[in-house]
Nanobody, 115 residues
Framework: QVQLVESGGNLVQPGGSLRLSCVAS????????MAWYRQAPGKQRELVAA???????SYEDTVKGRFTISRDNAKKTVYLQMDTLRPEDTAVYYC?????????WGQGTQVTVSS
């Protein structure tokens, strides 16, 4: 059974930093691309960052240069380091894997950027 468990969300001031973590189980972690999505109130869920099995990374335009996705295959964990946070980064952040042609999601972790 695929499980994704996110953590690390919090309230932070503009310009601050957070690191999100997502621990995976139920599949061979090292063989799959992992991704982070976010969903702000009243908006559609959007792809924030992804990392392939070869550790090639990609980012949504507004987070390039501020966010960094990484993975630790031994720990079956994917991270999202978020720096220089802005109020518009406020959202629930979700970990994602596409396993056997089906998308799996964690429960989400709330990130709020506000003074």
């Amino acid at each position: 059974q695929v499980q994704l468990v996110e953590s690390g969300g919090n309230l932070v001031q503009p310009g601050g930093s957070l690191r999100l973590s997502c621990v995976a189980s139920g599949f061979i972690f090292s063989m799959y691309t992992m991704a982070w999505y976010r969903q702000a109130p009243g908006k559609q869920r959007e792809l924030v960052a992804a990392i392939t099995i070869g550790e090639r990374t990609s980012y949504e335009d507004t987070v390039k240069g501020r966010f960094t996705i990484s993975r630790d295959n031994a720990k079956k964990t994917v991270y999202l380091q978020m720096d220089t946070l802005r109020p518009e980064d406020t959202a629930v952040y979700y970990c994602n894997v596409r396993w056997r042609n089906q998308d799996y999601w964690g429960q989400g972790t709330q990130v709020t950027v506000s003074s």
